[in-house]
């Protein structure tokens, strides 16, 4: 079982990013999925969750209004779009499946973790 995760790079302030997660080895149709991200010399930090169908999201304080989680469970995939980056969103960003079908923000919650995809955003 692998979650790819793809699509972080360099970009300035203002700009907007679209990341990938891609499943492989099993599908996740039934399980929610999520975004985390960790700052270096920070704590890891729960950045989206979206449930099962794609029906329901929830959002970190830090993000909410300006990053989106969706699925596409034909693709096995969850995306992240991130809009107006501010430096302070620089971080690595993991995508991870849950063991439930519903919304959940607690790391320990999820079973299953990507490599994760650097984002670097310059003032």
């Known amino acids: 079982v692998q979650l790819q995760a793809s699509g972080g790079g360099l970009v300035q302030a203002g700009d907007s990013l679209r990341l990938s997660c891609a499943a492989s080895?099993?599908?996740?149709?039934?399980?929610?999925m999520g975004w985390f991200r960790q700052a270096p010399g920070k704590e890891r930090e729960f950045v989206a969750s979206?449930?099962?169908?794609?029906?329901?999201?929830a959002y970190g304080n830090s993000v909410k209004g300006r990053f989106t989680i969706s699925r596409d469970n034909a693709k096995n995939t969850v995306y992240l779009q991130m809009n107006t980056l501010k430096p302070d969103d620089t971080a690595v960003y993991y995508c991870?499946?849950?063991?439930?079908?519903?919304?959940?923000?607690?790391?320990?919650?999820?079973?299953?973790w990507g490599q994760g995809t650097l984002v670097t955003v310059s003032s």
């Open positions: 991870a499946a849950a063991g439930g079908a519903d919304l959940v923000s607690r790391s320990r919650s999820y079973n299953y």
């Open positions: 080895g099993r599908t996740f149709s039934s399980n929610a």
């Open positions: 979206i449930n099962w169908s794609g029906g329901s999201t």
